[in-house]
């Protein structure tokens, strides 16, 4: 019986997680990096524990560290979020040693699903597809090059245990092959410690399609239906949804089926997702299978209605699968925006600093998972996810009115994030169609620019002139006239 979850985690994920925690009555212990502890955390957690260096090496990626901090405080299970460890096997592998329950899946299948060349040749065995590619052994150039050849252009050329959009390299013709491999071998290496590499055909204008799967120990595994992702920057998810829109059921059924093969095949255990890409005449294939919970999370919880750490915890305290899979009916419409630090006007730069005013939005249909408060201070450090805003309407456009609502409504001052250009991507015409595509930002690029801004000094004056400006105490919500924050137009949003 699980009574105490450490978390070696931190921003909104931590908070995700001890909120579901409360719910259970379950005790919570947040495992975190010196001096990083969000207002949330605070709030929520508890009991916090440093793991005593503001590094992440030293602190979030420290096994033994995690280990003595979980054994310290008495905690019988550790939840590890995503990212950091929460796909390494080491962490899961070592809970199993010291007697802590690990929630997630095994080592074993962790470690099978951590490399693409590794569950590609897996999956193909389940006969589950999978891009036209190279997936050998023989990693010299040579054989490479004569396989990108038969493979032909466009490429991309893929660090097989690489995450997070890194280590991918586009080839769009056979004299660009050598130097891609150079570098992608480099940039694998050194993010990922390890140099294999994979080939696939690169889909043009494809969809980034995923079926979230939970399987408990006692065999069963379930879908809780698709997520598109298709809104990416640099490979990178920044809106998601579900339903994926303008997919019809037959497609969305050949997809869930190919998941539960894969999950089946591998004896699936707790929340895990299987990605695919949709080539624009409807063709997919499997791209990698995340481990873990993953960051969009929260449209399948909102178009279920189900709360999915807590179906992570269940399981993983040895209990049945919650559902049966024709009670989960997908209803309704729900988008998500990932809100970053960083400056869409100026290369998407990360930005530093310190976050001066705080405002969330609410209302119907509104949710956000959020990991900083006034105050909070930004670091290069981490990734710079801030928060992320849900809405859920009874259709996509209902879903998308309330998005948009609530960014008018979302206010953060003193670090500049990227919501105006979250906004402008919502509210075009495309998008409002259901034309998406994973090259969607950089086919609108010109329409998703900035239109100019009022001037940072400006911003401070009305500040100050509203009793906000740096320094001074800040007034509650409700004193502020919502016409500061129209002059504030697009700044700081
Ligand atoms: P999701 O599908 O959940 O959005 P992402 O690929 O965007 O998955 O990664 C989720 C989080 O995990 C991000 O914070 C990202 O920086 C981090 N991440 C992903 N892969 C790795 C990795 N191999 N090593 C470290 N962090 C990673
Ligand atoms: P990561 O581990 O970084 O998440 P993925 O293999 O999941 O790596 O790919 C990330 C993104 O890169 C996908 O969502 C998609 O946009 C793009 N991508 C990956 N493989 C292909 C491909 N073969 N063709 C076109 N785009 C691809
Ligand atoms: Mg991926």
Not at 25 to 53: C, N, Y
Not at 327 to 334: D, P
Request: hydrophobic share 40%; glycine share 10%.
């Amino acid at each position: 019986m699980i009574r105490r979850i450490l978390v070696p985690n931190r921003g909104e994920i931590a908070a995700r997680i001890a909120r579901t925690c409360r719910t259970m009555g379950i005790e919570t212990v947040l495992a975190h990096a010196e001096g990083d502890v969000s207002p949330q955390a605070r709030r929520l957690f508890d009991e916090l524990i440093s793991l005593g260096s503001a590094e992440a090496a030293q602190s979030y990626l420290n096994v033994g560290q995690i280990i003595d901090a979980a054994r310290e405080r008495g905690a019988d299970a550790i939840h590890p979020g995503y990212g950091f460890l929460s796909e390494r096997a080491s962490l899961a592998q070592a809970c199993a040693e010291a007697g802590l329950v690990f929630i997630g899946p095994s080592a074993d299948t962790i470690e099978k699903m951590g490399s693409k060349s590794g569950s590609r040749h897996l999956m193909k065995t389940l006969g589950v597809p999978v891009v036209p590619g190279y997936d050998g052994d023989d990693q010299q150039d040579s054989t490479l090059v004569a396989e990108a050849d038969r493979i032909g252009f466009p490429l991309l050329v893929k660090a097989s245990a690489g995450g997070g959009g890194k280590g991918m390299k586009i080839v769009r013709s056979r004299d660009e092959v050598a130097n891609a491999l150079a570098s992608a071998r480099r940039e694998a290496t050194k993010a990922f410690g390890d140099r294999t590499l994979l080939l696939e055909r690169y889909i043009e204008h494809p969809r980034h399609v995923e079926i979230q799967i939970l399987g408990d120990s006692h065999g069963t595994v379930l879908h809780l239906f698709e997520r598109d992702c298709s809104i990416q920057r640099r490979h990178q998810k920044i809106v998601e949804e579900s339903p994926a829109p303008l997919y019809g059921d037959d497609l969305r059924q050949q997809m869930t089926k190919a998941a539960l093969a894969a999950a089946d095949g591998v004896g699936y255990q707790n929340a895990g997702t299987v990605e695919f890409i949709v080539a624009p005449d409807g063709a997919f294939y499997f791209l990698e299978m995340n481990t873990r919970l993953q960051v969009e999370h929260p449209v399948t919880e909102e178009v279920l209605g189900l709360d999915l750490v807590r179906a992570q915890i269940e399981v993983a305290d040895g209990k049945p699968v919650p559902w049966g899979q024709d009670s989960l009916i997908q209803r309704g419409h729900a988008i998500e925006c990932r809100i970053y630090a960083e400056d869409p006007d100026e290369g998407f730069l990360p930005q530093t600093g310190r976050i001066e005013y705080y405002r969330e939005p609410a209302g119907p249909g509104v949710r956000v998972d959020s990991g900083v408060g006034q105050g909070t201070g930004i670091s290069v450090h981490f990734d710079p996810l801030l928060a992320k805003l849900i809405a859920i309407g009874r259709d996509r456009d209902e879903a998308i009115a309330r998005l948009r609502g609530a960014m008018e409504d979302f206010a953060i001052l003193g670090t500049r994030t990227n919501l105006s250009y979250l906004r402008r991507i919502i509210t075009h015409t495309e998008f409002a169609a259901g034309r998406v595509s994973t090259a969607f930002v950089v086919d609108h690029e010109e329409d998703l620019r900035a239109v100019p801004a009022p001037e940072a000094a400006s911003v401070a004056a009305v500040l100050a002139s509203e009793g906000l400006g740096p320094g001074s105490p800040a007034k509650s919500a409700g004193t502020v006239r919502s016409s500061v924050w129209e002059m504030l137009g697009d700044w700081g949003r």
